[in-house]
């Protein structure tokens, strides 16, 4: 079977099926997809000439949630406003990510989870941790209660909504988009603290600074090697590499300096600088497992993509030298492990056969991309 790497390529990179008639954010002309050095050298544009001179991503307001399901087969991503969520934990972000080096240690979880406690990783102009929420945030995490009631309550009320979005899927189309089950008790959600800052690089690795981003090779974590962003005239800007979210839904509050970047799936870039009271919302890859044409799946290349298919949001972050740092919140809303992700009829044998595809075989199978993320666009 080819690889899940190669179909995703195609899918992001060949022409969509013809989007809906309300749709305005992938009708660029021509049709053409860009490639990925197309795909940075519009982000670095974008980065020098600030975020204000980028297309803008549409808002929605609360009230109106049910313009969502066609609003992301559109764009690939959209503010949320008017939302009842507390205050984004910047200062616990900050608390805790400036922390002394003896506190972080004690954070980092035994088995090098990437996705429980403050990340082993090497830096690359980035560092972060991810709440645990079993037993209510009390594991890898500081012994400050005004820490750790903050973050729980930042993390659930988000999760929350993420959730009424999922059944608003349900809801627009009359049927299961979201199967119930997947996300019961939270699935395997969680929330990451991201601070970016020169301050962190790692410096044990250089690079010699040729104007690309870099695929960090396949390491036990997120990165090893070259720093992830090296800007045309080789300096190192803190930010993460383009890739796609493993979750269904990514909801992303950030600080000033702005540096984040979404494209749709003709390589069109938009900015997603913080908005004032609205937050973020991203389609991550379970969503196009969700949304895909009935009986098939993303494995099966570009039939498995129709109008209402929601194609995961490729980003990435680029910071701009000499900015300052920047915080960001992510909350990522991910099935249970074991939750049916989709069900696609193959052949095997002369005969044909349901697959089911379930969560962590394509948690797993995201492990294998090699450079882990960065398998988007041709280029
Ligand atoms: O910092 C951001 O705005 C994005 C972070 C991100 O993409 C991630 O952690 O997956
Ligand atoms: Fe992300």
Redesign the pocket.
């Known amino acids: 079977m080819p690889r899940f790497t190669t179909h995703f390529k195609s899918l992001l990179t060949s022409p969509p099926a013809a989007p809906p008639a309300t749709a305005t954010g992938d009708t660029k002309a021509g049709g053409q997809s860009a490639s990925r050095a197309d795909i940075y050298a519009q982000i670095r544009t974008l980065n020098l000439a600030g975020s204000s001179s980028a297309p803008a991503l549409p808002r929605i307001r609360y009230a109106d949630l049910h313009l969502i399901p066609q609003t992301l087969a559109a764009f690939p991503a959209f503010y949320l406003t008017d939302h009842a969520l507390p205050a984004p934990p910047f200062d616990q972000a900050r608390q805790l990510l400036t922390a002394a080096d003896h506190i972080k240690q004690g954070l980092v979880h035994s088995q090098k989870s990437t996705t429980r406690g403050y990340n082993h990783a090497r830096h690359q102009g980035r560092e972060?941790w991810d709440y645990s929420p079993e037993d209510g945030g009390t594991r890898l995490t500081l012994p400050d209660d005004g820490f750790q009631r903050a973050s729980r309550e930042y993390f659930e009320k988000c999760i929350s909504l993420l959730k009424e979005i999922c059944w608003e899927f349900n809801r627009s189309y009359g049927e299961t988009v979201v199967p119930e089950g997947a996300v019961d008790g939270g699935g395997f959600s969680t929330m990451?603290y991201?601070r970016?800052s020169t301050e962190v690089f790692d410096d044990s690795q250089q690079d010699e600074g040729d104007g690309e981003m870099r695929t960090p090779s396949a390491s036990a974590g997120y990165t090893h090697g070259q720093p992830a962003v090296v800007d045309s005239g080789g300096d190192r800007l803190p930010g993460?590499e383009a890739?796609t979210?493993l979750s269904i839904f990514?909801l992303?509050t950030?600080t000033d300096p702005s540096g984040?970047y979404v494209w749709n799936r003709r390589g069109k870039v938009f900015a997603a600088p913080p908005v004032d009271g609205a937050v973020l919302i991203m389609a991550g890859d379970c969503m196009t497992y969700f949304t895909a044409v009935n009986g098939k799946s993303p494995l099966d290349g570009l039939d498995a993509i129709g109008e209402r298919t929601v194609l995961p949001t490729a980003?990435a972050?680029m910071v701009p030298a000499r900015a300052g740092e920047r915080y960001?919140v992510?909350v990522f809303l991910r099935p249970k492990r074991e939750a049916v992700i989709n069900r696609r009829v193959v052949r095997r044998q002369g005969r044909e056969v349901l697959e089911e595809t379930a969560f962590w075989w394509l948690a797993l199978e995201k492990l294998e991309v090699e450079g882990r993320k960065c398998w988007l666009a041709d280029g």
């Open positions: 972060w990451r991201l970016y993460i890739h979210d990514t992303i950030a984040l980003h972050v960001s992510g």
